[in-house]
């Protein structure tokens, strides 16, 4: 079993950064992809951006954060990044870490998720 931690959330003002960080234990287990998710109250998780670490070297991002928000991997550290800037009161959710297993890769069912973490941005 994959475990995803986050850390980092908080509250800033509009225009202000935050970065998110994901450490990631595998046990073994082969991820195929990661990406980050994030849920407002009331409304429906959606994709925020994704990395695939398999080498592909090829990222997503949501088109309301493409230029803001920048996904990336530290192998070192086992850590799944997201630096986010420019920040605005849309982008005020819960945020999640998830990550695609190898097994997976046909389906691109995300296995595995973190507990989340807040974002808050105040106008």
């Known amino acids: 079993q994959v475990q995803l931690v986050e850390s980092g959330g908080g509250s800033v003002q509009t225009g202000g950064s935050l970065r998110l960080s994901c450490t990631f234990t595998t046990y073994g287990y082969t991820i195929y992809s990661m990406g980050w998710f994030r849920q407002a109250p009331g409304k429906q998780r959606e994709g925020v951006a994704r990395l695939y670490p398999s080498g592909l070297g090829s990222t997503w991002y949501l088109a309301s954060v493409e230029g803001r928000f920048t996904i990336s991997l530290d192998n070192a550290k086992n850590t799944l990044n997201l630096q986010m800037t420019s920040l605005k009161p849309d982008d005020t959710a819960m945020y999640y870490c998830?990550?695609?297993?190898?097994?997976?890769?046909?389906?691109?069912?995300?296995?595995?998720w973190g507990q989340g973490t807040q974002v808050t941005v105040a106008s």
């Open positions: 998830a990550a695609v297993d190898i097994n997976d890769y046909h389906t691109g069912n995300w296995r595995y």
